[in-house]
């Protein structure tokens, strides 16, 4: 090969190596961030709603490289958290700088930040922690959170359902410049998330006023009975100086009335004709063993959980028998019964309840005794409960 044709080969590898340089230089630019990428960036809010007041941002991040810390910028945007690009604010957003707190920074590594009001006065979307400048380790956690829930926070974006992002940026300086976006770029370490707010779902169940009333003399509600019969076997108040009873009725009640129930008993002594049986009176009575003495009487044998006699009350001691009026909690072997109290337009209290109950019971006794001089005849009387809450 003759020195010419050397040359003019060594020439042309010259030109396609230049050219090919300048293929590559266009493709590879020289890169214009000096920051690293923080990882483990996250931020939670406390509320998603659009325009929501008060709402807790917690924001964590893992330091990329061992640098010194003077500041952490928050920037939130409605385009993109690229950082550098120009950021447009999310419509309504305010991080409420003047008064918004910043919380639980010991919870990760705690860095003694505080919320700048004078940096980045006029923007309603960037917030500003500062702290004397100082060495961060690599791989540090920070975490802390932005508002208390409730007498401060930062005002959600007025939209529902919209995509909003955030770019945390960490420089050396405790006065960083935030002018222009580029400004950005002098960050030692910086991340973007993504946030959303979202439709709330408004749930809506309904609970109607209820009540729970069943007198029965069978072994539940569902068995029913509604008969008592008092005597011997063959339902005959035969021995002059006995007192017979039957405590078979009992009633279950339960309401979710917050001003309680009270139960009114209504109804006369044992009547036959123009013939009576006198009652036992207004005050509990020792069942009479006397064969001129004719009884008829209630007591109440065991309340209901959460039932009480007729004048209960929430005082002291008001839920104590007390054996006024309206107290049928006799001991055994004693009963009372006042047709003055009980056979009236809405009948006398018998059983109370304080407040909303579920279902118990309570188990009454009746009771009947004749004399010698009671006429003959089949005595009867129609006993009524009535139950009526207050909501």
């Known amino acids: ?201 408004n749930v809506t169940a309904k609970v109607q006023e209820a009540l729970t009333f069943c007198l029965y003399t069978q072994s539940n509600c569902a068995g029913g009975g509604n008969a008592v019969a008092l005597g011997d076997s063959n339902n005959v108040l035969t021995a002059m100086n006995l007192t017979y009873t039957d405590s078979t009725p009992k009633f279950d009640l339960a309401s979710n009335a917050l001003g309680g129930v009270i139960v009114r008993m209504k109804g006369d002594t044992l009547t036959s004709g123009s013939f009576t049986i006198s009652p036992f009176g207004a005050s509990c009575v020792a069942d009479s063993t006397a064969t001129n003495t004719e009884q008829f009487g209630v007591r109440v044998v065991t309340y209901g959980a959460n039932q009480y006699f007729g004048d209960a009350n929430t005082g002291p001691g008001g839920t104590t028998p007390s054996g006024t009026t309206n107290d049928f909690s006799c001991l055994a072997g004693n009963h009372k019964f006042n047709p003055a109290d009980a056979n009236t337009t809405y009948g006398q209290p018998f059983v109370r309840t304080l407040g909303a109950t579920d279902v118990s019971t309570t188990n009454i006794e009746l009771a009947a005794k004749a004399a010698n001089t009671t006429e003959a005849g089949v005595y009867t009387t129609k006993l009524q409960f009535i139950a009526t809450a207050t909501y």
């Open 1 to 201: 090969m003759t020195f010419k044709l050397k040359a003019r080969r060594a020439g042309w590898l010259l030109v396609v190596a230049a050219f090919a340089f300048g293929i590559v230089s266009a493709v590879k630019p020289a890169p214009t961030e000096a920051y690293t990428l923080i990882s483990s960036r996250y931020i939670k809010m406390s509320s998603a709603e659009q325009a929501a007041q008060n709402t807790i941002y917690s924001v964590g991040f893992t330091t990329s490289s061992a640098q010194t810390v003077g500041s952490v910028v928050i920037r939130f945007c409605q385009n993109n958290p690229i950082i550098g690009d120009a950021c447009t604010a999310p419509t309504g957003f305010n991080v409420n700088k003047a008064t918004v707190s910043i919380n639980n920074q010991a919870a990760c590594t705690n860095l003694s930040l505080s919320v700048s009001t004078t940096q980045q006065a006029a923007s309603d979307n960037t917030i500003v922690l500062t702290r004397t400048p100082g060495a961060v380790a690599t791989s540090t956690p920070v975490c802390f959170d932005l508002g208390n829930g409730t007498t401060n926070g930062i005002s959600n974006p007025n939209n529902t359902n919209q995509t909003f992002f955030a770019r945390i940026l960490v420089y050396a300086t405790n006065t960083p410049t935030l002018a222009a976006p580029a400004d950005e770029n002098a960050a030692t370490n910086a991340g973007g998330v993504a946030l959303s707010t979202a439709n709330v779902l």
